[in-house]
């Protein structure tokens, strides 16, 4: 079956260490996104992907990384440098169609505590 | 940015009966997409609906409408013959006919009281 595929789905860090979310999809879709859920928040843009060895800041950006090294996999790296990391990830994939009602699949997502 | 706005951080409902989410959004295109995604307690994101801007009638499916109000910025969610199932945290989401960026609303979380 298609989808998405997040690992770990949970994941502990002590301070000061970086951490990687793995992202795999299986769906041939063209962008990738990676959303930060916090309560009361919603979902908030960290980066996303439209072609490989391509990606976009999001709203929140800064502390995180990423690379698309292949058209189904779009890990994501938080950093030392986040300043507040506790959160709950979600990975999504959609096609690229700018004139078409593209709609995004989503991962079950990761749940990242900072200790 | 866009800004996708839902004032209703907790709604609740009896089974059976029907309930509206509201939803309201800021931009200055004419053509755009509008979504409703489910989050489950699993944390699942299911999309429920979507709407095209250019598009007058309001999409429906199955139990789930919704009602967009283009000129009022609009686009509420009505879930008809509630289910114990439909208990979860509603998103709105938007995106613009130029891009490839979804933006999303704060949710509502949604019980459902047997």
């Known amino acids: 079956d298609g989808g998405i595929t997040q690992s770990p789905k949970y994941l502990f860090r002590k301070e000061g260490q970086n951490v990687t979310l793995s992202c795999e999809q299986n769906l041939n879709h063209d962008a990738m996104y990676w959303y930060r859920q916090d309560p009361g928040q919603g979902l908030r843009l960290i980066y996303y992907s439209q072609i490989v060895n391509d990606f976009q800041k999001g709203d929140i950006a800064e502390g995180y990384s990423v690379s698309r090294e292949k058209k189904e996999s779009f890990p994501l790296t938080v950093t030392s440098a986040q300043k507040n990391p506790t959160a709950f990830y979600l990975c999504a994939s959609s096609i690229f169609s700018p004139s078409g009602a593209n709609v995004l699949t989503f991962g079950a997502g990761s749940r990242l505590t900072v200790l | 940015a866009q800004t996708v706005t839902q004032s209703q951080p907790e709604m609740s409902v009896q089974e059976a009966e029907t309930v509206t989410l509201s939803c309201t959004y800021d931009?200055?295109?004419?053509?755009?997409?509008l979504f409703w995604y489910k989050q489950p307690p699993s944390r699942q994101m299911i999309l429920v609906i979507r709407?095209?801007?250019?598009?007058?009638q309001n999409a429906t499916e199955n139990r789930f409408s919704v009602n967009f109000q283009k000129a009022a910025k609009s686009f509420s969610l009505k879930i008809s013959d509630s289910q114990l199932g439909d208990a979860a945290m509603y998103f709105c989401?938007?995106?613009?006919?130029?891009?490839?960026?979804?933006?999303f609303g704060t949710g509502t979380s949604l019980t459902v009281i047997p």
């Open positions: 989401a938007y995106r613009s006919n130029t891009g490839n960026q979804f933006y």
């Open positions: 709407q095209e801007a250019y598009k007058q």
């Open positions: 931009t200055s295109e004419s053509d755009y997409y």
